[in-house]
Nanobody, 122 residues
C-alpha cells in the first residue's frame, strides 16, 4: 500500500495561489506516475493532474489546465501541485495518489492519504 500525507491547503481568495505538497509517509512511491485528485462536497473524486516520472510528461484535467503545475522530486519522493488563479469552484479536498492510466484516463492505485482542504472564497 502507498500511504501519503498531503499538505499546503488553506483558505485563499479567488485569484490566489497555493502549493500543495505530498511527502510519502509509508512504503512505495510509484515508480511510474503520481497524480492529484480532488473531491468537492457531494461530488465524486476527480482527476486533477499526473506526472510520469520517466520523461517528465504531465497531464491535466481541463478544469485546471493552464492554471496548475504538477511537479516532483522522485529522489526525495516528493510531489507538488501549484494552483494559480484559483476559483471558488476549485474548493475541494485534494489528494495525491500513485496512478496508472488507460489511454488518457488516469486512475489511482493504492490507498488514499487524508487529503488537504483547499477553500477559495469569492
Amino acid at each position: 500500500q502507498v500511504q501519503l500525507g498531503e499538505s499546503g491547503g488553506g483558505l485563499v481568495q479567488a485569484g490566489g495561489s497555493l502549493r500543495l505538497s505530498c511527502p510519502p509517509s509509508g512504503r512505495t512511491f510509484s515508480s511510474y506516475a503520481m497524480g492529484w485528485f480532488r473531491q468537492a462536497p457531494g461530488k465524486s473524486r476527480d482527476f486533477v493532474a499526473a506526472i510520469v516520472w520517466s520523461g517528465g510528461s504531465t497531464y491535466y484535467a481541463d478544469s485546471v489546465k493552464g492554471r496548475s503545475t504538477i511537479s516532483g522530486d522522485r529522489a526525495k519522493n516528493m510531489l507538488y501541485l501549484q494552483l494559480n488563479s484559483l476559483k471558488p469552484e476549485d474548493t475541494a479536498v485534494y489528494y495525491c495518489a500513485a496512478v496508472t492510466n488507460r489511454g488518457s484516463s488516469w486512475y489511482p492505485i493504492g490507498s488514499w492519504g487524508q487529503g488537504t482542504q483547499v477553500t477559495v472564497s469569492s
